[in-house]
């Protein structure tokens, strides 16, 4: 599978994103579906995963109650919205696909990625 991510810019602290990833041929629904970050310097970070149904996903601690994973299998894709977004969610986010987890380990295709940059 084929993952194209989209969607990043630049916006104010306490501003909202919604990321896209577009997957391509019919195996997307087969997938668990992941973001995950990576800022200047340090290293990849996980962010949201969500099931190949969309029925169970799992959030790293930092996005709880401001980030929401979702998906649409009729559409092959997945989305990211980032709402209350902080300077120190500036990164680059990348969507993968693979099986349900937290490790980048668990994630066979990767997207490009797409630069988020939030200002204070």
């Known amino acids: 599978v084929q993952l194209q991510a989209s969607g990043g810019g630049l916006v104010q602290a306490g501003g909202s994103l919604r990321l896209s990833c577009a997957a391509s041929g019919s195996t997307f629904k087969i997938y668990a579906m992941g973001w995950f970050r990576q800022a200047p310097g340090k290293e990849r970070e996980f962010v949201a995963v969500?099931?190949?149904?969309?029925?169970?996903?799992d959030y790293a601690d930092f996005v709880k109650g401001r980030f929401t994973i979702s998906r649409d299998n009729a559409k092959n894709t997945l989305y990211l919205q980032m709402n209350s977004l902080k300077p120190e969610d500036t990164a680059v986010y990348y969507c993968a696909a693979g099986r349900f987890g937290s490790r980048a380990e668990s994630f066979d295709y990767w997207g490009q990625g797409t630069l988020v940059t939030v200002s204070s």
């Open positions: 969500i099931s190949r149904s969309g029925g169970l996903s």
